[in-house]
Protein backbone atom coordinates (compact mmCIF):
# COMPACT_ATOMS: atom_id res chain seq x y z
CA UNK A 1 0.00 0.00 0.00
CA UNK A 2 1.40 3.56 -0.73
CA UNK A 3 2.51 6.22 1.75
CA UNK A 4 -0.12 8.58 2.46
CA UNK A 5 2.91 11.20 2.76
CA UNK A 6 4.66 10.45 -0.40
CA UNK A 7 4.32 13.48 -2.65
CA UNK A 8 4.96 14.27 -6.37
CA UNK A 9 6.45 17.14 -8.26
CA UNK A 10 9.53 19.66 -7.82
CA UNK A 11 7.23 21.29 -5.46
CA UNK A 12 5.79 18.53 -3.29
CA UNK A 13 2.53 19.60 -3.98
CA UNK A 14 1.15 16.56 -5.23
CA UNK A 15 0.12 13.53 -3.26
CA UNK A 16 1.00 10.32 -4.74
CA UNK A 17 -1.95 8.27 -3.35
CA UNK A 18 -4.23 11.07 -4.93
CA UNK A 19 -2.87 11.58 -7.91
CA UNK A 20 -2.97 7.52 -9.09
CA UNK A 21 -5.92 6.91 -7.70
CA UNK A 22 -7.76 9.63 -10.34
CA UNK A 23 -4.97 8.08 -12.48
CA UNK A 24 -7.59 5.14 -12.24
CA UNK A 25 -10.45 6.45 -12.43
CA UNK A 26 -9.88 7.85 -15.75
CA UNK A 27 -8.87 4.89 -16.95
CA UNK A 28 -12.11 3.55 -16.22
CA UNK A 29 -14.39 5.89 -17.34
CA UNK A 30 -12.47 5.65 -20.63
CA UNK A 31 -13.40 2.18 -20.85
CA UNK A 32 -9.96 0.68 -20.30
CA UNK A 33 -11.05 -1.25 -17.36
CA UNK A 34 -8.20 -4.05 -17.63
CA UNK A 35 -5.38 -1.58 -17.43
CA UNK A 36 -6.99 0.39 -14.61
CA UNK A 37 -7.31 -3.11 -12.65
CA UNK A 38 -3.75 -3.67 -13.51
CA UNK A 39 -2.47 -0.65 -11.97
CA UNK A 40 -4.53 -1.07 -8.78
CA UNK A 41 -3.11 -4.20 -7.83
CA UNK A 42 0.60 -2.95 -8.67
CA UNK A 43 0.30 0.27 -6.65
CA UNK A 44 -1.81 -0.68 -4.20
CA UNK A 45 -4.24 1.68 -4.80
CA UNK A 46 -7.96 1.60 -5.13
CA UNK A 47 -10.16 4.13 -7.46
CA UNK A 48 -13.16 3.08 -4.50
CA UNK A 49 -12.23 4.10 -1.00
CA UNK A 50 -12.33 0.93 1.05
CA UNK A 51 -14.94 3.46 3.53
CA UNK A 52 -17.51 2.94 0.42
CA UNK A 53 -16.35 -0.69 -0.40
CA UNK A 54 -17.17 -1.57 3.31
CA UNK A 55 -20.47 0.52 3.34
CA UNK A 56 -21.57 -0.82 -0.07
CA UNK A 57 -21.22 -4.34 1.34
CA UNK A 58 -23.17 -3.81 4.19
CA UNK A 59 -25.73 -1.98 2.72
CA UNK A 60 -26.75 -4.76 0.30
CA UNK A 61 -26.37 -7.45 2.56
CA UNK A 62 -29.51 -5.25 4.85
CA UNK A 63 -26.35 -5.35 7.74
CA UNK A 64 -28.35 -2.19 8.62
CA UNK A 65 -26.73 -1.38 12.29
CA UNK A 66 -23.18 -1.96 10.76
CA UNK A 67 -23.65 0.58 8.32
CA UNK A 68 -24.82 3.41 11.12
CA UNK A 69 -22.11 2.97 12.92
CA UNK A 70 -19.15 2.68 9.66
CA UNK A 71 -21.61 6.37 9.25
CA UNK A 72 -21.13 7.71 12.57
CA UNK A 73 -17.40 6.41 12.46
CA UNK A 74 -16.36 8.60 8.68
CA UNK A 75 -14.17 11.75 9.81
CA UNK A 76 -13.84 14.62 7.70
CA UNK A 77 -18.11 14.62 7.26
CA UNK A 78 -20.31 17.96 8.37
CA UNK A 79 -22.79 17.54 10.74
CA UNK A 80 -25.53 18.14 8.08
CA UNK A 81 -23.63 15.71 5.52
CA UNK A 82 -23.31 12.57 8.11
CA UNK A 83 -27.28 13.77 9.38
CA UNK A 84 -28.74 13.49 5.70
CA UNK A 85 -26.53 10.42 5.12
CA UNK A 86 -27.85 8.58 8.22
CA UNK A 87 -31.55 9.63 6.75
CA UNK A 88 -31.36 8.04 3.86
CA UNK A 89 -30.13 4.68 5.99
CA UNK A 90 -32.18 5.01 8.18
CA UNK A 91 -35.36 5.31 5.84
CA UNK A 92 -34.21 2.05 3.87
CA UNK A 93 -33.70 0.69 7.15
CA UNK A 94 -37.56 1.29 8.11
CA UNK A 95 -39.22 0.14 5.03
CA UNK A 96 -38.12 -2.70 4.62
CA UNK A 97 -38.98 -3.98 7.93
CA UNK A 98 -42.29 -2.24 6.59
CA UNK A 99 -42.74 -4.50 3.66
CA UNK A 100 -41.75 -7.40 5.60
CA UNK A 101 -44.83 -6.20 7.57
CA UNK A 102 -42.85 -5.99 11.24
CA UNK A 103 -44.24 -2.95 12.01
CA UNK A 104 -43.02 -2.71 15.58
CA UNK A 105 -39.72 -3.04 14.39
CA UNK A 106 -39.76 -0.07 12.17
CA UNK A 107 -41.73 1.88 14.90
CA UNK A 108 -38.89 0.73 17.49
CA UNK A 109 -36.53 1.98 15.29
CA UNK A 110 -38.19 5.63 14.42
CA UNK A 111 -38.55 6.08 18.82
CA UNK A 112 -35.10 4.71 19.65
CA UNK A 113 -32.94 5.80 16.44
CA UNK A 114 -33.80 8.42 14.63
CA UNK A 115 -35.57 11.00 17.15
CA UNK A 116 -33.09 10.54 19.57
CA UNK A 117 -30.16 11.07 16.42
CA UNK A 118 -30.73 14.97 16.13
CA UNK A 119 -32.04 14.43 12.60
CA UNK A 120 -34.01 16.87 10.72
CA UNK A 121 -37.55 17.09 12.58
CA UNK A 122 -39.35 17.69 9.37
CA UNK A 123 -38.21 14.59 7.45
CA UNK A 124 -38.71 12.50 10.88
CA UNK A 125 -42.13 13.82 10.88
CA UNK A 126 -42.43 12.95 7.29
CA UNK A 127 -40.94 9.25 7.48
CA UNK A 128 -43.54 8.80 10.35
CA UNK A 129 -46.61 9.41 8.72
CA UNK A 130 -45.25 7.29 5.41
CA UNK A 131 -44.60 4.23 8.02
CA UNK A 132 -49.11 4.32 8.73
CA UNK A 133 -49.39 4.80 4.88
CA UNK A 134 -47.69 1.95 4.35
CA UNK A 135 -49.17 -0.67 6.72
CA UNK A 136 -50.98 -2.23 4.19
CA UNK A 137 -47.76 -3.15 1.82
CA UNK A 138 -47.80 -6.95 1.33
CA UNK A 139 -45.41 -9.24 2.11
CA UNK A 140 -42.61 -9.91 -0.38
CA UNK A 141 -39.49 -11.45 -1.39
CA UNK A 142 -36.41 -9.51 0.37
CA UNK A 143 -33.98 -11.48 -1.18
CA UNK A 144 -34.86 -10.32 -4.59
CA UNK A 145 -36.79 -7.15 -4.47
CA UNK A 146 -34.84 -5.62 -1.69
CA UNK A 147 -31.67 -5.48 -4.21
CA UNK A 148 -32.78 -2.44 -6.39
CA UNK A 149 -33.81 0.17 -3.35
CA UNK A 150 -30.57 -0.78 -1.49
CA UNK A 151 -28.59 -0.05 -4.99
CA UNK A 152 -30.25 2.78 -5.00
CA UNK A 153 -29.43 4.18 -1.70
CA UNK A 154 -26.09 3.01 -2.64
CA UNK A 155 -25.72 5.58 -5.20
CA UNK A 156 -27.42 8.32 -3.23
CA UNK A 157 -25.18 8.33 -0.57
CA UNK A 158 -21.99 8.31 -3.27
CA UNK A 159 -23.87 11.64 -4.70
CA UNK A 160 -23.74 12.86 -0.88
CA UNK A 161 -20.44 11.88 0.37
CA UNK A 162 -17.27 14.02 -0.11
CA UNK A 163 -13.87 13.65 -1.05
CA UNK A 164 -11.84 11.46 -0.39
CA UNK A 165 -14.58 8.60 0.36
CA UNK A 166 -15.74 9.39 -3.34
CA UNK A 167 -13.85 11.20 -6.22
CA UNK A 168 -15.49 13.65 -7.85
CA UNK A 169 -16.76 12.42 -11.88
CA UNK A 170 -13.65 13.18 -14.57
CA UNK A 171 -11.68 14.63 -11.92
CA UNK A 172 -8.20 14.21 -14.03
CA UNK A 173 -10.11 15.76 -17.43
CA UNK A 174 -10.92 18.45 -15.17
CA UNK A 175 -7.99 19.23 -13.71
CA UNK A 176 -6.19 19.17 -16.89
CA UNK A 177 -8.42 21.19 -18.42
CA UNK A 178 -8.07 23.43 -16.00
CA UNK A 179 -4.85 23.74 -16.55
CA UNK A 180 -4.82 24.31 -20.24
CA UNK A 181 -7.30 27.21 -19.38
CA UNK A 182 -5.11 28.69 -17.31
CA UNK A 183 -2.39 28.66 -19.92
CA UNK A 184 -4.66 30.15 -22.62
CA UNK A 185 -6.00 32.99 -20.13
CA UNK A 186 -1.72 33.73 -19.88
CA UNK A 187 -0.90 33.51 -23.43
CA UNK A 188 -0.70 36.94 -24.80
CA UNK A 189 -1.35 36.68 -28.17
CA UNK A 190 -4.18 33.27 -28.00
CA UNK A 191 -6.38 34.08 -30.74
CA UNK A 192 -7.12 30.24 -32.11
CA UNK A 193 -9.97 27.94 -30.92
CA UNK A 194 -8.40 24.87 -31.72
CA UNK A 195 -7.82 22.56 -29.42
CA UNK A 196 -4.65 22.89 -27.04
CA UNK A 197 -1.90 20.08 -27.60
CA UNK A 198 -0.79 18.61 -24.09
CA UNK A 199 2.43 17.96 -25.49
CA UNK A 200 3.79 21.31 -24.78
CA UNK A 201 2.86 24.54 -22.49
CA UNK A 202 1.08 26.65 -24.56
CA UNK A 203 2.02 29.58 -25.88
CA UNK A 204 1.15 31.72 -29.25
CA UNK A 205 3.39 33.76 -31.12
CA UNK A 206 2.83 37.05 -32.11
CA UNK A 207 3.07 35.81 -36.14
CA UNK A 208 -0.39 35.04 -35.90
CA UNK A 209 -1.45 38.40 -35.55
CA UNK A 210 -1.94 40.82 -38.63
CA UNK A 211 0.85 43.15 -39.08
CA UNK A 212 -0.07 44.96 -42.51
CA UNK A 213 -2.48 47.65 -42.93
CA UNK A 214 -4.29 46.38 -45.59
CA UNK A 215 -6.48 49.38 -46.21
CA UNK A 216 -6.95 53.05 -44.57
CA UNK A 217 -10.67 53.84 -43.97
CA UNK A 218 -10.87 57.83 -44.65
CA UNK A 219 -14.84 58.37 -44.47
CA UNK A 220 -15.28 60.01 -41.45
CA UNK A 221 -14.15 63.57 -40.89
CA UNK A 222 -12.79 63.16 -37.58
CA UNK A 223 -11.98 60.79 -34.49
CA UNK A 224 -13.62 57.25 -34.25
CA UNK A 225 -14.75 56.69 -31.21
CA UNK A 226 -16.31 53.03 -31.44
CA UNK A 227 -16.09 50.18 -33.65
CA UNK A 228 -17.76 46.58 -33.97
CA UNK A 229 -18.34 43.67 -36.54
CA UNK A 230 -21.31 42.11 -36.57
CA UNK A 231 -21.83 38.40 -35.52
CA UNK A 232 -22.40 36.62 -38.40
CA UNK A 233 -18.61 38.99 -39.53
CA UNK A 234 -19.92 40.59 -42.83
CA UNK A 235 -19.98 43.92 -41.50
CA UNK A 236 -18.22 46.44 -39.76
CA UNK A 237 -20.00 49.50 -37.79
CA UNK A 238 -17.84 52.48 -36.39
CA UNK A 239 -19.04 55.58 -34.90
CA UNK A 240 -17.19 59.06 -35.13
CA UNK A 241 -16.87 62.45 -33.51
CA UNK A 242 -18.11 63.39 -36.55
CA UNK A 243 -21.48 63.05 -35.59
CA UNK A 244 -21.82 59.89 -37.72
CA UNK A 245 -21.49 56.45 -37.74
CA UNK A 246 -20.89 54.03 -41.06
CA UNK A 247 -21.48 50.92 -42.07
CA UNK A 248 -19.06 48.64 -43.97
CA UNK A 249 -19.33 45.48 -46.12
CA UNK A 250 -16.81 43.37 -45.39
CA UNK A 251 -15.63 41.28 -48.75
CA UNK A 252 -14.19 38.39 -49.32
CA UNK A 253 -10.34 39.44 -49.82
CA UNK A 254 -10.89 40.90 -46.14
CA UNK A 255 -11.28 44.74 -47.07
CA UNK A 256 -14.32 46.28 -46.86
CA UNK A 257 -16.41 48.80 -48.59
CA UNK A 258 -18.52 51.78 -47.77
CA UNK A 259 -22.39 50.57 -47.27
CA UNK A 260 -24.39 53.41 -45.19
CA UNK A 261 -23.84 56.65 -43.91
CA UNK A 262 -25.50 57.14 -40.59
CA UNK A 263 -26.37 60.66 -40.38
CA UNK A 264 -28.93 62.83 -37.85
CA UNK A 265 -26.81 62.70 -34.26
CA UNK A 266 -26.87 66.35 -33.29
CA UNK A 267 -23.87 65.38 -31.03
CA UNK A 268 -20.46 62.61 -31.72
CA UNK A 269 -21.70 59.01 -31.60
CA UNK A 270 -20.04 57.64 -28.92
CA UNK A 271 -21.57 53.66 -29.16
CA UNK A 272 -23.12 51.06 -31.77
CA UNK A 273 -24.52 47.91 -31.25
CA UNK A 274 -26.01 45.22 -33.52
CA UNK A 275 -29.07 43.25 -32.87
CA UNK A 276 -28.89 39.57 -32.37
CA UNK A 277 -29.51 38.91 -35.76
CA UNK A 278 -27.60 41.63 -37.25
CA UNK A 279 -30.74 43.50 -38.85
CA UNK A 280 -30.61 46.38 -36.87
CA UNK A 281 -27.86 48.89 -35.76
CA UNK A 282 -28.17 50.94 -32.42
CA UNK A 283 -26.06 54.04 -32.49
CA UNK A 284 -25.71 56.20 -29.17
CA UNK A 285 -25.28 59.85 -29.40
CA UNK A 286 -22.94 61.36 -26.98
CA UNK A 287 -25.25 62.90 -24.18
CA UNK A 288 -27.82 63.16 -26.73
CA UNK A 289 -30.46 59.70 -27.55
CA UNK A 290 -30.38 55.99 -28.90
CA UNK A 291 -31.03 55.72 -32.87
CA UNK A 292 -32.47 52.25 -34.55
CA UNK A 293 -31.71 51.98 -37.91
CA UNK A 294 -32.37 49.14 -41.05
CA UNK A 295 -29.10 47.59 -42.26
CA UNK A 296 -30.25 46.82 -44.99
CA UNK A 297 -32.27 49.63 -46.14
CA UNK A 298 -31.62 53.56 -47.31
CA UNK A 299 -30.40 54.02 -43.67
CA UNK A 300 -33.69 56.36 -42.50
CA UNK A 301 -34.22 56.84 -39.03
CA UNK A 302 -36.30 54.15 -37.67
CA UNK A 303 -36.93 54.62 -34.01
CA UNK A 304 -35.07 57.32 -31.14
CA UNK A 305 -35.26 56.92 -27.76
CA UNK A 306 -34.30 59.42 -24.97
CA UNK A 307 -30.92 59.21 -23.54
CA UNK A 308 -31.90 57.75 -20.31
CA UNK A 309 -33.33 54.32 -22.11
CA UNK A 310 -30.80 54.55 -24.33
CA UNK A 311 -28.33 53.58 -21.67
CA UNK A 312 -30.20 50.81 -20.41
CA UNK A 313 -29.51 49.50 -24.07
CA UNK A 314 -25.79 49.71 -24.25
Known amino acids: MEDNLTVLGAEGLIRKIEFVRIIIQCLYSLGYSKSAYCLEIESGIRCRSAELELLESQI ?5 DD ?3 TLKSLEDL ?15 YIMEFLKQGNDSLALSILQKEISTSGLDRGKVQKLASSILSLKEIKLCSMNDRAQEPRKN ?7 LLPPPYILPERRLQNLVEAAVTSQIDCCMYHNSSDAVSLYGDHCCNGDQLPTETIQILTDHKNEVWFIQFSHNGEYLASSSCDRTAIIWKVLEDGK ?14 SFVAWSPDDTKLLTCGNAEVVKLWDVETVPTRKR ?9 LR
Open 60 to 64: LNGSW
Open 67 to 69: CIS
Open 78 to 92: TDGTRASALFLVYKQ
Open 153 to 159: LLMELEN
Open 256 to 269: VSLKHILQSHKNPV
Open 304 to 312: AFACGTAMG
